[in-house]
């Protein structure tokens, strides 16, 4: 009797998986035949959600691209401090070594007027005239340009924004005091301002993209959550039947998630496979203008493209998922609801 039991309840369980199995597939069948049935519906959603889906694309790659724009001014950017003609080598040394004490930088870089003049000559290379005005190393005119030549300390800092121990040193220290040529003053703003501007962007295209993915993710959520209710009026006879020979909800509602992730799963492949051309039809110009596109042109080069085609892909199907779910448990609850008042 016990052997019989447990042999009845393998029949009864393989029973459930096969039937489970089944009807699996039958909300896959029904699911595809849906969306081909309401195909110009399908397109419609699916062009929506497709427009969502490239926006916030872009919205990431522009945030994306324009951080990684910001960071590389910030390693270009330093402050130059303009010493008086003759500074000695020593005298420059201890400031040095006063300045990168402080926390805020990075590295300090000094030059000698003889080091700036060599300088001079190297950005010169090419104008002869000039070369040749000037004359030889022995010539007057080289040492009288030395003479004139200032020296000069330039600083790379961790933080552009707050200068002020820098500063403070450069107004307190004796040696700053003594030597920094007040004809030339420190040039603490002249690269800010061109970071600030880059910093701005960024800030700008993040937001701006957000509100815009805000309001076309609202859009493609009431139009696919639109086009499953229309699909639903459609087929309200046939899920009516389903009812009453006792399909369950999941059954039912299963199709119209599949219509859904249908139309998130095409949508993602087209917002990927557009981002993609797009940003490398647009890298070169992009480049041309300064703007660092190394970082995303890594990862779009590499395995990574997989992962960014499958995060749209999967963002794609989280939106058809969500929007066919309200849809759906909005109808089952009203269709609950008349069933309560009939009876």
């Known amino acids: 009797m016990a052997n019989q039991t447990k042999q009845n309840l393998k029949t009864m ?4 998986g096969t039937k489970k199995l089944r009807s699996t597939s039958r909300i896959f069948k029904y699911g595809a035949i849906s969306f081909s049935r309401n195909i110009w519906l399908s397109i419609a959603a699916t062009l929506v959600m497709s427009i969502t889906l490239i926006i916030l694309f872009v919205t990431v790659i522009a945030s994306a691209i324009l951080a990684s724009t910001a960071d590389a001014m910030r390693e270009k950017i330093d402050i130059t401090i303009y010493f008086k003609p003759g500074t000695t080598e020593a005298a420059l040394s201890t400031m040095s070594n006063d300045m990168a004490s402080d926390d805020n930088v990075k590295s300090v870089e000094v ?3 003889e080091q700036e003049y060599d300088k001079f ?11 040749n005005a000037i004359g030889g190393e022995d010539g007057e005119m ?3 340009m030395i003479d004139r030549m200032q020296s000069t300390m330039r600083i790379k800092v961790f933080n552009v924004d707050d200068l002020s121990s820098i500063e403070h040193t450069v107004n307190t220290n004796r040696l700053f005091l003594v030597n920094v040529d007040p004809s030339s003053p420190p040039t603490y703003d002249a690269n800010r301002s061109a970071f600030e501007r880059i910093t701005s962007w960024a800030n700008l295209a993040r937001n701006a993209g957000i509100v815009l993915s805000i309001i076309f993710l609202i859009i493609s959520i009431l139009v696919i959550f639109n086009t499953i209710r229309m699909a639903i009026f459609s087929r309200r006879e046939e899920i009516y039947m389903m009812k009453l020979v006792g399909a369950d909800n999941s059954f039912i509602r299963g199709p119209f998630l599949i219509e859904a992730q249908i139309c998130g799963f095409i949508s993602g492949i087209i917002a990927a496979t557009t981002g993609f051309l797009g940003f490398h039809a647009l890298a070169p110009h992009l480049e041309n203008y300064g703007i660092d596109v190394s970082t995303i042109n890594n990862v779009l080069e590499t395995n990574w493209l997989i992962v960014v085609y499958l995060v749209t892909i999967f963002v794609g199907i989280f939106i058809g998922t969500v929007s066919s779910s309200l849809a759906i448990r909005k109808y089952l609850n009203a269709t609950a609801k008349r069933t309560k008042r009939r009876k």
Request: glycine share 0%.
């Open 121 to 131: 000559l190297k950005e010169n290379a090419e104008n002869e005239d000039l070369l």
């Open 111 to 113: 030059s000698t007027s």
């Open 142 to 144: 080289r040492k009288m």
């Open 13 to 16: 369980s393989k029973n459930s």
